[in-house]
């Protein structure tokens, strides 16, 4: 009786231990993801001001010499 009864609580814990491991991989999947995204759009808005800037020079150059 009492070794199938803590058979069945150490069955129980370590089913709540998996399912909370599994929650909090999946947690930090989606910050990873989150701040993958973040650099992502970091750096398109970077070479977005960057091209912009190059672009907005020569074409200046070109509108003040043509």
């Known amino acids: 009786m009492l070794k199938a ?3 069945k609580r150490v ?3 370590n089913e709540r231990r998996r399912k909370l491991a599994e929650e ?3 947690q930090e999947d989606w910050q990873s993801g ?3 995204a973040a650099v992502a759009m970091g750096m398109i808005s970077l070479a977005g001001f960057a091209a912009y ?3 907005n020079g020569t074409t200046m150059k070109y ?3 043509g």
């Open 34 to 36: 989150l701040k993958n």
């Open 11 to 13: 069955k129980a814990d």
């Open 63 to 65: 509108l003040v010499s």
């Open 5 to 7: 009864d803590f058979e």
């Open 24 to 26: 909090q991989r999946s």
């Open 53 to 55: 800037k190059y672009l």
